[in-house]
C-alpha cells in the first residue's frame, strides 16, 4: 500500500462523522477536504439562507473533524486561490500534499457523480450508506413492477425496520392512517420550531453571503437555524415534545401568518448529515410508546421519512440523469415573473411565495397543492419549476427535489410517482387553508371576472389533457362532472382559462 496522502472529499451535504468516505480513510495518512466552492453555490440562483446554512454547518462540521484528529483542508468561498469548483479544490489539494487519488461518498445529484467520474485522477466513490434502501435494493423492489407506488415500498421499510410493527403486522392494525391526517386549519398554533442566534461562525458567514449572493431571490435575515448536529438534536427533541402530538391531524393544513403549523422543519437538518433517519424516526417512535403523541401523528411523520424520503431518491437514481427534462405533457409556459416576487392577487400563491422568500421553507401542502399545482394547471415548463423548487429551498438537493417536482407535483414523469396527476381547483385549497377568506378572487365563483383562477383552470387542465386521462379509473368521476356541464358552461370556462392565461403570458399582474 503507497504511503501517499489521499484527498477525502466531504460534502455539504455529508456532515456525517460515519459518512462512508470518512470510514474509508486513514487519519494518519489522509487530508480531508471541504470547500465551499460558486459552482455549487451558483448552478441555480440558491436561497441565500440555504447557502449561509450549509457554509456555516460545513465550517463547524469541519472544526469538528479537526478536534477529533484528522488533517483537515478547508477552502473558504472567499479565498483568493479558490478554483471555484469542487474538481478544482481536488486538482489543487492533490498538487498540495502530492497525493494521486481520492476517496469520495457518492453525491446526491448526477452532475457532481459525473464530474467525479471525469477526473483525471482516480476518484474512488462509495455508497452513501446514511439511507435505509440502497440503490440496489430498490432496483430489486421495482424490477418486475407494473407500478411503482410509495405505499408498497413504505410498507417494505417498516418490515424492514421494525418501526411501528407489532410483531410482523403494524402498529394499529393500519399501515396508514392519512385519512385522520387532514384537518382544516387550526383556530390557532401552539407550537414554533426552535431558533437558534447566531454564534461568531454563523455572523461571519452571513456576511459573506450578504456579500456574495445579495441578489439572489430570498432574505438572510433574521437566520435562526440550526447549524450543527447538538442543536439540530435540540430542534429534534423540541419537535417531538411541542408539535409531534398535532402533527398529524394539521399536517396538510395552511394559514395565513402561521409558516410553520406543527411541521417538524428538520428535513434541511437531514438532508445534511446533521441528523440521521434513524434518531428522528425512533425519537418519534418513542413519543408513540410513551403516550406522548398519537399514533396517526407518528405514522404520518414516519412515513414521511422512511417512506417518501427513501422512495424519491429510489426513483431519482432508478430513472437517470435524464430525468429533470422529462415533460410528459408538453408544457412549454415561462415560469411567472410572481414565483419570484410574490407579486400576485391570489392570497394563497402570495403567502406560500412570501414565505419561501423569507424562510428558505414551505411545507409539503404548499409546495405541493399551491405552487406546484397552480404550475401544473397553468402548463408551466416543468424543468424551470425543477429548478425553481432546487434554488428556493433550504432542504433541497435534486436526488430529493426532482421525483417531488418532476414526478408527484408535475406528472411530467408521465406516472412513474403518481398514477394521477395533483390538481385541483380552488376548494380543496379554501378547504384546507384561510387563504380564501382574504384572496381578491372568489373560490365560490367559477369563471369570469373575480373567479378563483385555479376554479377554470382545473377543468381546462381536464380538457387539454383529455386524451390521456380521461380513462383512467382515479379520474373518471371529474370527467363526468365536465361533461354534465354541457357545451355552454365549457365554453365559458375554457374562456375564462385562456384569458387568465394570455394575461398570465403578458407578465401582467394577475
Known amino acids: 500500500m503507497s504511503d501517499k496522502p489521499r484527498i ?64 483537515v483542508r478547508y477552502t473558504t468561498l472567499d479565498d483568493p486561490d479558490n478554483a471555484g469548483s469542487i474538481p478544482g479544490e481536488i486538482l489543487r489539494a492533490c498538487d498540495a500534499v502530492g497525493a494521486e487519488e481520492a476517496l469520495a461518498t457518492e453525491p446526491g445529484e448526477f452532475r457532481l457523480i459525473e464530474a467525479l467520474e471525469e477526473m483525471p485522477v482516480p476518484v474512488h466513490v462509495f455508497p452513501d450508506d446514511r439511507f435505509l434502501c440502497s440503490h440496489a435494493e430498490f432496483e430489486d423492489w421495482a424490477e418486475g413492477r407494473k407500478e411503482l407506488r410509495m405505499e408498497y415500498f413504505y ?26 391526517n387532514r384537518k382544516p386549519p387550526p383556530g390557532s398554533v401552539e407550537a414554533a420550531p426552535m431558533r437558534f442566534t447566531p454564534d461568531e461562525t454563523v455572523e461571519a458567514v452571513l456576511e459573506l453571503v450578504k456579500s456574495r449572493f445579495d ?11 440550526a447549524t450543527d448536529t447538538g442543536q439540530a438534536r435540540r430542534a429534534l427533541t423540541h419537535f417531538v415534545k411541542t408539535a409531534l402530538p398535532c402533527f398529524g391531524d394539521f399536517q396538510d393544513a395552511m394559514m395565513v401568518g402561521e409558516r410553520f403549523l406543527y411541521h ?22 418513542q413519543a408513540y410508546r410513551n403516550g406522548d403523541a ?82 401544473l394547471l397553468a402548463g408551466i415548463d416543468p424543468h424551470e419549476v425543477h429548478e425553481w ?57 367559477k369563471t369570469g371576472e373575480g373567479a378563483c383562477p385555479f376554479n377554470y383552470l382545473y377543468w381546462a387542465f381536464l380538457d387539454r389533457h383529455a386524451d390521456r386521462f380521461s380513462g383512467n379509473p382515479r379520474m373518471a368521476q371529474m370527467y363526468r362532472t365536465w361533461e354534465r356541464m354541457g357545451e355552454d358552461k365549457q365554453k365559458t370556462t375554457l374562456e375564462s382559462a385562456e384569458a387568465f392565461l394570455g394575461k398570465l403570458s403578458s407578465g401582467a399582474r394577475v
Open 155 to 180: 410498507r417494505e421499510m417498516r418490515r424492514k425496520t421494525g418501526l411501528l410493527m407489532d410483531g410482523d403486522k403494524p402498529e394499529g392494525g393500519k399501515w396508514n392512517y392519512d385519512h385522520e
Open 8 to 71: 477525502v472529499l466531504i460534502l455539504g451535504d455529508q456532515l456525517s462523522p460515519e459518512i462512508r468516505a470518512l470510514r474509508e480513510a486513514d487519519k494518519d495518512r489522509d487530508l480531508i477536504l471541504m470547500a465551499e466552492v460558486a459552482d455549487e453555490a451558483s448552478y441555480v440562483p440558491h436561497h441565500p439562507k440555504k447557502i449561509a446554512f450549509l457554509f456555516a454547518a460545513m465550517r463547524k462540521f469541519a472544526d469538528r473533524l479537526k478536534s477529533d484528529g484528522w488533517q
Open 389 to 445: 423548487y432546487l434554488a428556493v429551498y433550504a432542504d433541497a438537493y435534486e436526488w430529493v427535489e426532482a421525483p417531488n417536482v418532476i414526478g408527484m407535483s408535475q406528472w411530467a414523469d408521465g406516472g412513474i410517482v403518481g398514477s394521477k396527476p395533483y390538481v385541483s381547483g380552488g376548494n380543496y385549497i379554501n378547504k384546507m387553508s384561510d387563504y380564501c377568506k382574504s384572496c381578491a378572487y372568489d373560490v365560490k365563483v
Open 294 to 375: 398519537p399514533l396517526n401523528a407518528v405514522e404520518g411523520f414516519i412515513r414521511q421519512i422512511i417512506g417518501w424520503r427513501e422512495y424519491m431518491r429510489g426513483i431519482y437514481f432508478l430513472e437517470g440523469p435524464d430525468y429533470t427534462r422529462r415533460n410528459a405533457l408538453n408544457h412549454q409556459r415561462k415560469l411567472p415573473g410572481f414565483y419570484w416576487d410574490a407579486e400576485t392577487d391570489m392570497t394563497c400563491l402570495s403567502e406560500a411565495i412570501a414565505q419561501t422568500r423569507d424562510e428558505a421553507y414551505a411545507h409539503h401542502i404548499q409546495r405541493l397543492m399551491v405552487t406546484g399545482n397552480f404550475a
Open 264 to 285: 417538524s422543519v428538520v428535513s434541511m437538518y437531514l438532508n445534511a448529515g446533521l441528523l440521521t433517519w434513524q434518531e428522528i424516526c425512533e425519537a418519534a417512535e
Open 215 to 225: 441578489n439572489n431571490f430570498g432574505s438572510l435575515d433574521d437566520f435562526w437555524f
